[in-house]
C-alpha cells in the first residue's frame, strides 16, 4: 500500500504536511501565489527561479521581491539557477538567511537564455558541473537540497534521470523533481510517468524523495501520474494556474468546484497582494496576467475579458469585476 497524497513526509529534515507541492512558477511564484498555494491546503511551495547571481551581487529588485518570503509560508523553497559553483554557494547562504526551509536548483527550464548561459536544463549535459553545485548549494545554505530537472535534452534521451541519480548519491540531494519530458518537447506531449517510476526504483535504497512533475492540469491527472510513477509527491505547475482549489482537492479537503463568490474573492485577494508587493501602478499591469484564469472559470469571455487587459489600474478592474458579478448573478 502507497501512502496516500494526504499523508506527511519529509524532505531532509523538513517536515511536509501533504504530498502536494506548489511547482516553482517562471515570472508568477512570488511569495502571494505560494502563500495562496499554502491556504488552499498546499504542503510545499516553491518560489520562481531566482538568479544565483543577482542574489550573489546583492542585486536590489532580486532580493527585495524575488527574495521576499511571507511568515505563513513555511515550509518554503527557494529555487536558484546559474552555472557557477561558487556564486551558487553564496546564493544559497543568502536565501537560507532570508528564510528559505529548503533550497532548489533548476537543472530543467528549457528557455534558450538560461540555457545558452550553462543553467537550466543545459546542466543535464554538464553532470559533473551539476553535482558541484549542488553540493556547494548544501554546503552554502546548510539546508536540504532538491533539483528539478527534465528527463533528457531530446526525445528519447534519459540522461537526466541518470543524473538525478548521481545526484542523490553524489550530492547527497535530498528530492528530485522530475519533469518527464525531454526539454525541446517542452509542454508538448504526454509526460512518460514510467522515466519516474524507474527513478524511484533505482533511488529506492536512498533517503531522497522523488516528485512527479508535469502534465497536471487537474485533480484528477495527478492521482494517475502519483500512482503510475510511484513517487513520493506530486508537484502542480499550471494546474494551479487561478485554480488555488486544486490542492484542496488533493489533500482531500474539497470535493465540490468553487462558487463563483469564491472565485471573484480569489482574485481580488490576489489583486490586493500584488499592490501591496508591487505597489499600484506595477500590480496593474502585473494583475493582467492573472485575470484570464479567473474569468475563464466565471465564463467570462471575448470582449468582456478582454476589457480586463485595457483597464490602467486595479481600480478600474475592481469595477469591472463587480459589474460582471451583477451580471452573473443575474443570469443565474
Not at 527561479?49 to 527574495?67: A, C, K, P, Q, Y
Not at 551558487?88 to 528557455?111: L, Q, T, Y
Request: net charge neutral.
Amino acid at each position: 500500500m502507497r501512502p496516500p497524497l494526504t499523508a506527511p513526509f519529509r524532505i531532509g529534515d523538513v517536515e511536509i504536511s501533504n504530498r502536494v507541492l506548489l511547482a516553482p512558477l517562471a515570472g508568477i511564484g512570488n511569495w502571494f501565489v505560494r502563500l495562496q498555494a499554502r491556504r488552499h491546503g498546499a504542503g510545499l511551495a516553491v518560489s520562481e527561479m531566482v538568479s544565483s547571481f543577482g542574489l550573489h551581487h546583492r542585486n536590489e529588485r532580486t532580493v527585495r521581491e524575488l527574495l521576499r518570503i511571507h511568515p505563513a509560508e513555511h515550509p518554503v523553497s527557494i529555487q536558484l539557477f546559474g552555472h557557477d559553483a561558487e556564486v551558487m554557494r553564496s546564493a544559497a547562504g543568502i536565501a537560507a538567511a532570508a528564510g528559505a526551509d529548503v533550497v532548489d536548483i533548476n537543472m530543467g527550464c528549457p528557455v534558450r537564455k538560461v540555457c545558452k548561459a550553462g543553467a537550466g536544463a543545459a546542466l543535464i549535459r554538464s553532470p559533473d558541473l551539476a553535482i558541484r553545485l549542488a553540493q556547494a548549494a548544501g554546503e552554502g545554505s546548510g539546508r536540504p537540497v532538491t533539483v528539478k530537472l527534465r528527463s533528457g535534452l531530446e526525445p528519447g534521451d534519459v540522461s537526466g534521470v541518470d543524473l538525478a541519480v548521481r545526484l542523490v548519491e553524489e550530492a547527497g540531494v535530498a528530492a528530485i523533481a522530475l519533469h518527464p519530458r525531454s526539454a525541446t518537447a517542452r509542454h508538448q506531449g504526454r509526460p512518460d510517468y514510467a522515466l519516474v517510476r524507474d527513478l524511484a526504483q533505482r533511488l529506492a535504497g536512498a533517503e531522497a524523495r522523488v516528485i512527479v512533475s508535469g502534465g497536471l492540469a487537474t485533480a484528477e491527472e495527478a492521482r494517475c501520474a502519483y500512482e503510475e510513477s510511484c513517487a513520493d509527491g506530486v508537484m502542480i505547475a499550471r494546474g494551479a494556474l487561478g485554480n488555488p482549489w486544486i490542492f484542496e482537492e488533493l489533500a482531500g479537503s474539497r470535493a465540490a468546484s468553487p462558487s463563483r463568490a469564491e472565485i471573484v474573492d480569489e482574485l481580488l485577494w490576489t489583486m490586493d497582494r500584488a499592490e501591496e508587493h508591487l505597489g499600484p501602478e506595477r500590480a496593474a499591469r502585473y494583475a493582467r496576467k492573472f485575470y484570464p484564469w479567473y474569468l475563464e472559470q466565471l465564463g467570462v469571455r471575448g470582449r468582456e475579458a478582454d476589457a480586463f487587459q485595457r483597464t490602467e489600474s486595479l481600480e478600474q478592474a475592481r469595477s469591472l469585476l463587480a459589474t460582471q458579478g451583477e451580471a452573473l448573478a443575474t443570469a443565474a
